[in-house]
């Protein structure tokens, strides 16, 4: 995953490896690690090619992952006009009077939009949009091949197309995502990219199913993870939890669509699937402090962590120390 801003992209704290410590590394998967994470800051073009029809994206926090991208914005009056390449959906999350919109047409309406509406423009579609006082807005981007993946995986009867919406009607649940995202994405730290995966891939199944031409029947799902499906899991997280993982990873695992995996693991572990990955890995995070003499910012990279910061506030959120305290105290 890789994520950004108005002040450029998020950057790994190098450290300086020593290899005096007794926990258990195994120095080829860090070489690994450290190689895959040169390689995500070199592939920015593929995550900006996914934005690339966002004319203002340097005005606002991004994030791009397996399954689309999603943004947040808080800006004065203006106007932004687009050519969607990708079904593109615009959360309001705050109420805003007299905008002006259009979608493939030169005639403008006035319309005010109501804190929670979701205003929404399928691939191929020219939009323009007018505000006259500040709006703040998250914006998820989902290109067509992964909506229809979604559509194949979680729709009985059919694909449906996405259609234009207007921005109208509030839509609670697409609100209490939206707010989701945009914590996510201002906390300041390293973005938890299974969280916002995961959060992709429900808020596009409620596209389908929201705002689809036709309502696609409800996939089969529900209730708790296989007794195997449980063990595959385990261990599958158990020894890959240090990787960049998607929600289409576990859900493949297991055999089933990812809606499904969401919320059979969330039912059978009693934490969704990011909860648990982030627990892993500050077992082990913690386990390396305690018993090496590693480099802080190298066990975070080690660990999964996007930064040393990063691991700061999730240790300091989750035990109340930080990776230093934890040190001393040790």
């Not at 490896?17 to 920015?44: G, H, T, V, Y």
């Not at 089933?256 to 082990?284: C, M, N, W």
């Not at 590693?294 to 066990?299: D, G, K, L, V």
């Amino acid at each position: 995953m890789i994520w950004g801003s108005t002040q450029g992209h998020l950057s790994v704290e190098e450290g300086v490896w020593s290899p005096s410590f007794e926990a258990d590394i195994d120095l080829n998967i860090r070489d690994k690690l450290l190689a895959e994470r040169a390689s995500s800051k070199m592939s920015f073009d593929s995550s900006d090619a996914l934005f690339s029809f966002i004319p203002d994206l340097q005005e606002r926090r991004w994030v791009a992952a397996p399954n689309g991208g999603v943004t947040h914005s808080v800006r004065g009056a203006g106007e932004l006009s687009i050519s969607a390449e990708s079904h593109y959906a615009t959360v309001f999350l705050r109420p805003v009077a007299g905008v002006f919109t259009t979608i493939d047409s030169d005639r403008l309406e006035e319309i005010n939009v109501p804190a929670g509406a979701v205003g929404v423009a399928p691939a191929g579609v020219q939009g323009r949009t007018i505000w006259p006082v500040s709006r703040e807005t998250v914006a998820v981007v989902i290109p067509p091949g992964r909506l229809r993946a979604l559509a194949e995986q979680e729709c009985r009867g059919g694909i449906a197309d996405i259609r234009f919406t207007p921005a109208v009607s509030p839509d609670r649940w697409a609100l209490q995502v939206a707010q989701m995202f945009r914590d996510e994405l201002t906390s300041g730290v390293g973005v938890n990219e299974l969280y916002v995966d995961s959060l992709i891939t429900v808020f596009g199944i409620h596209m389908l199913r929201k705002y689809g031409d036709s309502a696609p029947a409800r996939s089969r799902g529900g209730g708790k993870l296989s007794s195997r499906n449980e063990h595959r899991i385990r261990e599958f997280l158990s020894e890959n939890f240090r990787q960049k993982l998607s929600i289409a990873d576990l859900a493949g695992e297991c055999g089933l669509s990812q809606g499904h995996f969401i919320v059979a693991f969330t039912s059978t572990f009693g934490e969704r699937p990011h909860q648990y990955l982030i627990k892993r890995r500050l077992d082990h995070a913690q386990r390396l402090l305690l018993e090496s003499d590693m480099p802080i910012a190298e066990i975070a990279l080690f660990c999964g962590f996007s930064s040393q910061s990063h691991l700061t506030a999730s240790l300091k959120r989750h035990c109340g120390l930080t990776p230093r305290q934890l040190r001393s105290h040790g």
